[in-house]
Nanobody, 116 residues
Framework: QVQLVESGGGLVQAGGSLRLSCVAS????????MGWYRQTPGKRRELVAR???????NSGDFVKGRFTIDSDNAKNTVDLQMNSLKPEDTAVYYC??????????WGQGTQVTVSS
């Protein structure tokens, strides 16, 4: 069983920055892709950004250059640097790992709250 442990969420003012970190319990090189999703009450979980093993990055339209995802194979981490945060970025952010076979893995989620 893979564990994904997130950290770095919290409360920040609009225009501020946060860095989320996710550490996996096994090598991230064993996953086809890793990334971050977010969810607000009553809405579907949506992609924030993800990086494939090949290094390709996909992100949600709302990111618009504000967020950066990067991975560290030696530390088994995937971090999300979020800049120019807006109140509408308020959500629970989930780390996600997509294996080559089997079900996806999710972290427990970390709350990000952006005040206006």
């Amino acid at each position: 069983q893979v564990q994904l442990v997130e950290s770095g969420g919290g409360l920040v003012q609009a225009g501020g920055s946060l860095r989320l970190s996710c550490v996996a319990s096994r090598s991230i090189l064993t996953f086809a892709a890793m990334g971050w999703y977010r969810q607000t009450p009553g809405k579907r979980r949506e992609l924030v950004a993800r990086v494939t093993k090949a290094g390709n990055i996909n992100s949600g339209d709302f990111v618009k250059g504000r967020f950066t995802i990067d991975s560290d194979n030696a530390k088994n981490t995937v971090d999300l640097q979020m800049n120019s945060l807006k109140p509408e970025d308020t959500a629970v952010y989930y780390c996600h790992a997509h294996p080559y076979w089997g079900a996806d893995y999710w972290g427990q989620g970390t709350q990000v709250t952006v005040s206006s």
